[in-house]
């Protein structure tokens, strides 16, 4: 499979854990992308990614979150005393950057759970 | 700020009708219109794009859409729908002018076909 890859697919913690999640973007898309989805909404922006430059990040990032491209390859969101609004599924994307017309491409997701 | 709006939450239609979900966005500049499909269980999938040119945009599956500039609309549409139709589909824009890839999402429209 040559798509986005995201894991763990699900996740359930207690409130207060921490959690990361992985993604591993197409080969040679150097932009990769974090949203959130929460039930009944559609996808928000939390930050993205140049190659292992973080460009920007949403408002909805609050503290607790802190995502990484070290490589400019994977990228890792860790979420710290987690709260149960955290529970949402967690959307990796990636691009290659270069023409307007380049589709981005999405993962299938991490679910959390935080009970 | 920039924002979405899709007018309808949860469509049923029976094998055959013919779809139109509505889709207007906020933004006075140059936009870049997306209509994402996620079927259930699978990730979200790029269904059409309309970046400049022929309003009318065809994509896979045999939807379309067309951007109305002056209603600041993107419709998606399909003449015949099938029971595979059933899904979420988000349509989405770019945020601002630039190319840095980011979408603004709305809210998701559920589309349940009946065989």
Known sequence: DTGVSQNPRHKITKRGQN?????????????LYW???????GPEFLTYFQNEAQLEKSRLLSDRFSAER????FSTLEIQRTEQGDSAMYLCASRIRGDTGNTIYFGEGSWLTVV | AQS??????????????????GCNY???????LF??????????QLLLKYFSGDPLVKGIKGFEAEFIKSKFSFNLRKPSVQWSDTAE???AVNEGSGNTGKLIF??????????
Not at chain 1, 35 to 41: E, K, P
Not at chain 2, 26 to 32: A, F, I, L
Not at chain 2, 35 to 44: D, I, S, T
Not at chain 2, 106 to 115: A, F
């Open chain 2, 106 to 115: 709305g809210q998701g429209t559920t589309l349940q076909v009946k065989p």
């Open chain 1, 35 to 41: 949203y959130r989805q929460t039930l009944g909404q």
């Open chain 1, 19 to 31: 959690v990361t999640f992985r993604c591993d973007p197409i080969s040679e898309h150097n932009r």
């Open chain 2, 26 to 32: 906020s933004y006075g500049g140059t936009v870049n």
């Open chain 2, 89 to 91: 589909y988000f349509c």
């Open chain 1, 70 to 73: 070290p490589k400019g390859s």
């Open chain 2, 35 to 44: 209509w994402y499909v996620q079927y259930p269980g699978q990730h979200l």
């Open chain 2, 4 to 21: 979405v709006s899709q007018h309808n939450h949860h469509v049923i239609l029976s094998e055959a009708a013919s779809l139109e979900l």
